[in-house]
């Protein structure tokens, strides 16, 4: 068994589009329209178009808003993605526009940063550093 999909819950599908590929650097796998609207939309990431598809999942179920609402007030991230430098992709983003909620941080075997995608979550950066 492996992951084949995992999902965000995004607030605007072509809003989140826009920001998963222009500015995170993801790539579109499916644009598949579902009912009205929606759509299947999924990214992957350049360096495994085969890989594991990022679903852009629209935020329509009621419980979506109170879960969205309540990590982000807590600082928590829906997910987390990996780099292999933190300090660039950093510096990177942020020349985009792209807020952070935390710079980079050291944290144990990792160096993390969060930012927020525009479309009611934040998301994690994690680049695995050597352990102290």
């Known amino acids: 068994m492996k992951i084949y999909v995992t999902s965000v819950y995004v607030d605007d599908q072509n809003k989140a589009l826009d920001f998963y590929t222009a500015k995170l650097g993801f790539i579109k796998k499916h644009d598949i329209p579902v009912d009205g609207e929606n759509r299947w939309l999924t990214v992957v990431s350049p360096d495994a178009p085969d890989g594991v598809e990022l679903l852009l999942e629209p935020s329509a179920h009621p419980a979506t808003a ?28 942020s020349a985009l526009g792209v807020a952070f909620t935390l710079p980079p941080t050291n944290a144990g075997p990792v160096k993390m940063a969060v930012l927020d995608d525009t479309c009611g979550n934040l998301i994690q950066i994690v680049q695995m550093v050597a352990q102290p």
């Open 66 to 93: 109170p879960f969205k609402q309540a990590l982000v007030a807590d600082g928590i991230p829906l997910t987390s993605f990996q780099v292999d430098d933190i300090d660039a992709e950093y510096a990177r983003l």
